[in-house]
């Protein structure tokens, strides 16, 4: 597991090659097997494969350079406000974004299990994604995901020192 994690690299261009439908239902199980505050599940997940609908989002992105729509794969990972019922604004502003990216991380270390390549993009308009996929007024997109077989091979970026990450209290 450790070798998968430091292999994952954020990959922005595709081959023009079909997921399989098994890799796709595994990629579906590691989303929702992800832990969420209170076993709420407070999150959704739209997978676009039509290329309308991905040219749209990508002008959504504040880069708006086209890797989404090279992806056979898009899938938007939305919060869902229903855990203000249970955890109020503090569920809704960050428990329910927690839930989100812990089931993302799920689902990107499976498809970097699979060969596939992945990248996270946050730098997007919220105001714009929402009429795209339609959404209602509970679900907030935060999170733009490309997925498919690479067609390139990005190079490991330098980490911090451990010592300015770790902080071992004994």
């Known amino acids: 597991m450790l070798e998968i994690i430091k292999s994952l690299r954020s990959v922005r ?24 505050a209170g076993n709420l599940q407070s999150r959704k997940f739209y997978f676009v494969f039509n ?18 729509t090279s992806a056979p794969l898009v899938i938007v990972g939305c919060t869902d406000d229903k855990i203000t019922t249970n955890y109020g604004e503090r569920g809704k ?27 996270w993009v946050g730098a997007f308009d919220e105001t714009k994604v929402a009429p795209v996929l339609n959404l209602p007024h509970n679900l907030r997109p935060i999170v ?23 902080k071992v209290i004994k």
Do not use: H
């Open 13 to 36: 261009k595709f081959q023009a090659k079909e997921i399989p439908e098994k890799i796709i239902d595994d990629l579906i199980e590691a989303l929702i097997w992800a832990p969420s």
């Open 51 to 68: 290329q309308k609908v991905k040219e749209e989002l990508n002008q959504a992105t504040f880069s708006k350079r086209g890797f989404l």
């Open 93 to 119: 502003n960050l428990y329910s974004i927690c839930d989100v990216a812990a089931a993302i991380q799920n689902m990107m270390l499976l498809a970097q299990s699979k060969g596939l390549g992945t990248c």
């Open 144 to 166: 733009i995901m490309p997925v498919g077989f690479p067609a390139e091979s990005p190079k490991a970026p330098g980490r911090l020192p451990k010592n300015e990450i770790i």
